[in-house]
């Protein structure tokens, strides 16, 4: 189960026990994934019953849906490179998605999202939702031909990043100094944007 420390029980009308709860489910299916996750674990971390999970959210399934909701802002991983000139959406892209995947909310998200995808149909959703809302409609307000094309590749990218890296553990890119990692996410996402295509 998630390492996750006990924070002490908590009573069940403290306003700070619900962001708890989420912070601690959040961490369990980053670290073991969706089946792995338990509501009674998540509540033994938090040192809550584990009726009050059922009473905030109603299953696991709820529990997982809430606690990996990402903030408009750090969903925006392609729309803010629109105010850059053309050539340097490469670079704006890579330093924003590093500072993403490395940490912080969207981080930790996309990776519980990721591992628990392939054994559970609401992470899949949350995948094919984030392209749809995200990556689709970014890319195609950037008006760059093949909007679809481009969109899965961007996500591909993203995805591919977070599960070699941080799931497998693969040491390469992961392991590589930040300037190399901006240097090849430059190229990568400039070609990935701006290459010229055949109809």
């Known amino acids: 189960m998630t390492d996750t420390p006990k924070l002490g029980r908590r009573p069940a009308g403290d306003s700070n026990t619900r962001d708890a709860i989420l ?30 999970l059922v009473h905030y959210f109603g299953t696991k399934d709820g529990l997982f849906a809430e606690s990996l909701r990402v903030t408009e802002a750090a969903q925006s ?14 670079r704006v892209f890579a330093e924003r998605m590093l500072a993403q995947w490395q940490g912080g909310e969207f981080g930790q998200n996309w990776l519980a999202i990721i591992r628990s995808a392939a054994s559970e149909p609401s992470a899949a959703r949350m995948v094919a939702h984030l392209y749809e809302t995200r990556f689709l409609q970014e890319v195609t307000a ?13 996500s591909s990218l993203v995805t591919g990043l977070t599960f070699t890296g941080q799931i497998i ?8 100094p930040r300037d190399q990692q901006l240097a090849l996410l430059e190229a990568v996402v400039t ?3 701006t290459a010229p295509l055949p109809e």
């Open 23 to 52: 912070d601690a489910a959040r961490a369990s299916f980053a670290s073991v994934g969706y089946d792995r996750t338990s509501m009674r674990a998540v509540a033994k971390a938090v040192g809550v019953d584990p009726s009050l």
């Open 77 to 90: 991983l392609i729309g803010h490179v629109s105010a850059a000139p053309r050539e340097q959406w490469g």
């Open 142 to 154: 950037l008006d760059l031909d093949h909007p679809a094309v481009r969109a899965t590749m961007m």
């Open 169 to 176: 553990g693969l040491p390469g890119f992961a392991a590589a």
């Open 191 to 193: 070609a990935v944007l």
